[in-house]
């Protein structure tokens, strides 16, 4: 072989040498962006799962109104209610302002009926804190199940007024006051949901963002009930500054008073009547919602210029409890109570506003946490309540 052969086969060797390099390196940088394109679609642990959940559209009470009735999924949550936004909105806020601080043996302390020490459990678990939730012990044994399978420390207490020192929300601020008392890196953080209106802003950067967007801005009411007040408060506020005429309607469960307020301007309801009350806080099987007294969220819509709240609708727990049974058997939706009392109001928001409207409520969780209360047949027999689904929407 002459020079200028060994010369044409060097030459073909080194081009193959570059040109393996170069498919090496390219095949490398597809694979890295392959990665980066999976780990882009990839969430930040529990927390990355919380919020942007669906809106649905509730087909047996939209075409039976004409109107477009939708219910944002919150129960899609990771912890199964719409609370999951508040817990992690509130934790997060007191860890930037030095409140709480991961694996240094904080703990998270609160008073609620179930749904938001579910939540904050949840999130003290993912990140590095101690929870301890009070409430009251009438509420759905399950509750406490779940709260106890997330670590925390569960205490029950007989129901009673706020004014009584023993009242759920009232003990958990003392043992939060007790935790962190004589030591400066033991902190015991009480959330505080019904007065603290970093509650409402959570709804109001979350809840009511996504929303509006869903809906295209195309909304002509919405429908919520209050416990603490938040999430009607948050997404009020947000939607009535971005569209104009939009009706803001509270579900309110039988026996508590907020709707007569609403409506006639005095905190009262009939249950509360001396001689008719069974219970100390809302006389109601529906869990949650309903209160005889103004928290600070709630009362942040009552301003002395204007209410944003526009009507209120009582909801009976009869009317509950057909509600859920109809939604599971013709949509199959399994709800929670409170979510029951919010399609209620919105079938009958519907029937007023007449066809072509588009109602939005919340869907703030689902039956699995109301087996032996609200989805417990002997319960509502004992009750006097219905069981079944009623025949058509006449019933309400």
């Keep these: 072989m002459d020079n ?9 060797v080194a081009t193959t040498a570059v040109l393996y390099q170069w498919w090496r390196v390219v095949h490398r940088r597809q694979g890295r962006q392959q990665t980066n394109a999976r780990s882009a679609g990839a969430v930040n642990g529990v927390a990355g799962l919380i919020g942007n959940t669906p809106l649905m559209r509730i087909n047996s009470l939209s075409e039976a109104t004409g109107c477009e009735i939708l219910g944002k999924a919150e129960f899609l949550n990771p912890g199964g209610s719409s609370k999951d936004r508040v817990a992690l ?5 007191a860890e930037a302002e030095g409140q709480l601080e991961p694996h240094r043996g904080n ?3 609160e008073g609620t009926s179930g749904s938001t020490g579910i939540s904050l459990a949840m999130v003290a678990r993912a990140k590095g804190y101690n929870c301890h939730i009070v409430m009251p012990s009438d509420q759905a044994i399950e509750k406490s199940q779940l709260l106890e399978r997330y670590g925390a420390t569960v205490e029950r207490v007989p129901p009673c007024s706020i004014v009584d020192e023993d009242h759920f929300v009232n003990v958990a601020r003392r043992r939060a006051a007790e935790f962190g008392a004589g030591t400066k890196q033991q902190r015991g953080y009480f959330v505080d949901q019904f007065e603290n209106p970093r ?3 959570a709804h109001f950067c979350t809840t009511g963002p996504e929303i509006l967007q869903q809906t295209y801005g195309c909304i002509d009411a919405f429908v919520h009930g209050s416990g603490t007040g938040g999430t009607i408060a948050g997404v009020t506020r947000y939607l009535k500054r971005h569209v104009p005429g939009l009706r803001s309607i509270l579900a309110d469960p039988q026996g508590s008073g907020l709707a007569n307020k609403i409506n006639h301007g005095v905190l009262f309801a009939n249950t509360e009547r001396e001689g008719t009350r069974r219970r100390q806080q809302v006389d109601s099987l529906v869990e949650g919602v309903g209160l005889n007294r103004l928290t600070r969220n709630f009362a942040s819509l009552l301003r002395t210029d204007a209410c944003l709240l526009d009507s209120a609708e009582t909801v009976s727990d009869a009317d509950a409890v057909r509600m859920s049974r109809w939604l599971m058997a013709h949509d199959g939706l399994f709800i929670g109570s409170s979510a029951a009392i919010n399609c209620v109001a919105a079938l009958r928001v519907a029937r007023q506003l007449g066809p072509g409207h588009t109602i939005v409520t919340v869907l703030a969780d689902g039956g699995q946490r109301h087996l032996t209360r609200f989805w417990c047949d002997s319960v509502l027999t004992a009750r006097g309540l219905p069981t079944t689904a009623p025949a058509s929407l006449d019933a309400f």
């Design 4 to 12: 200028r052969a060994h010369i044409c086969v060097a030459a073909a």
């Design 89 to 93: 909105f509130l934790v997060e806020q």
């Design 107 to 109: 703990c998270i302390f």
């Design 199 to 201: 509650n409402a802003e």
